[in-house]
Each structure stands twice: as C-alpha cells, then as structure tokens.
C-alpha cells in the first residue's frame, strides 16, 4: 500500500517545490481538478467554459486560453495545447497564487514580473511579443460588452484615446494620426509599476461548484 502511493506522494512533492502551493493545496486542487474534468486526465476548454462565475467574466476567453499558452508553462516555444494534465493545470494557477507573508523583496519584485508576463502574455494573443492596437481594442471592448448602452463605435473610440494615452506615456507626445505599432512587455511592465499586481491578481478556486477569477483589481 506504501508503494502505490508513493508516485501521487512524490508528483504532489514536486509540483508543491515548483509552484510554491503545499502538499494540501496541491491535493485540494487535484481534487478540483478532478471534478472540472470528470475524473479525465486532462483538460480541455469546454471543461472551463462550464465553469459558472467564469462564465460571467468579460474576458473569459483570455483566462480560459492562459491555461493552454505553452509560455505559460515555461515552453520555449510559442502556441497553444489542445488540452493540459493536471500539472499545466496548476503551473497555470501558481501565477495567482498570492506570496508568502515576509517575502524578501527581491523575491517579490521576480513574482510580480511573472505575474505581468502572464498577463501581457494574455493580451498578446499572436505570440508576436508586443500588443497591438487591434489586441489592446479585443479587450477593452469585451470589458465594455458588459455595458449594455455603450455602442461599438464608443467603445472603439474609447480603445482608441485609451491606446494613446499608453502610447504618449511609453514613447512621448504622439500626433493622433501618428502610428503606434504597439506595447512591448518592458513598457508594459513600466506602465504598471505604481500597481500592486503580486497581491491584487488573484484566482479562487476551493470551492467545489465555482472557480472566481479576479485579474487585477
């Protein structure tokens, strides 16, 4: 009986020692895992798009195709996965994952530009390194759908004032007709220095009937 729980015992060692979660969260979570996935090996995106609260979020899309980005899971190469086992599953929420009471500070500083990569990660939906205009308009606009009497063409305007007020804050003064090709991550990062981002992103998912996502806030 040791020896046949010796694998789950060792994979739970390892995934906590990589992700940061414990040996009980890791368990909770298989267990969640489990469940979304009706006892399946792996995950696909209609397990996800199940998900109630999920549903209701305006850039559900984006959170649901994080879990399949491979530069989420620390791949070197760029695309998306057809489906995910448990540990991509929890790789994934480690980026939620809220530090450790007295982290040093250089630690913190790592966690919080992990945490960006992530999220710049989810705006930069062609794997090209930098969010376009286009990109940057998908999101607001899907953040405005929840706004019943704001029109396409408002919220067209509003990602266009939007993406160049980044652009003047990024690259200087720019003409409204002037192109701006877009924001790199180290803009990014500039942009959302002053945001506490490592404790404000954040992912619940211990109860068993809903999974809330808060990105952000």
């Known amino acids: 009986m040791g020896t046949s729980q010796s694998g789950p015992v060792h994979r739970f060692q390892d995934l906590a020692h990589k992700t940061g979660f414990s040996i009980e969260e890791i368990k909770t979570l298989n267990t969640r895992f489990l469940y979304l996935t009706q006892d399946e090996d792996t995950l696909r ?11 209701l979020n305006p ?8 879990f399949f980005d491979k530069r989420n899971m620390g791949e070197k190469e760029r695309g998306c996965l057809q489906e995910i086992g448990f540990e991509e599953f929890v790789t994934v929420l480690s980026f939620f994952r ?9 630690e913190m500083k790592n966690i919080k530009k992990e945490k960006l990569r992530f999220l710049f990660n989810m705006h930069d939906t062609d794997n090209d390194g930098i969010i376009t205009l286009d990109e940057y308009r998908c999101v607001v606009e899907e953040l405005l759908s929840s706004y019943e009497i704001i029109g396409a063409e408002t919220a067209k305007a509003i990602t266009d004032a939007a993406m160049l007020e980044v652009a003047n804050v ?3 003064q720019m ?6 090709e877009g924001i790199t991550f180290e803009q990014f990062m500039q942009i959302l220095k002053d945001v506490e981002i490592e404790t404000k992103m954040n992912i619940h998912f211990w109860n068993l009937d809903t999974m809330t996502v808060q990105c952000g806030k």
Do not use: C, M, W
């Not at 995106?45 to 549903?55: G, K, Q, Y």
């Not at 809220?98 to 250089?106: F, L, M, Q, V």
């Open 45 to 55: 995106r209609e397990h996800l798009a199940n998900v109630s609260d999920l549903a």
């Open 59 to 66: 850039i559900r899309r984006q959170i649901i195709e994080a």
């Open 98 to 106: 809220p530090p450790k009471p007295h982290t040093a500070d250089e």
């Open 170 to 172: 990024t690259v200087g």
């Open 175 to 180: 003409a409204p007709d002037e192109f701006y």
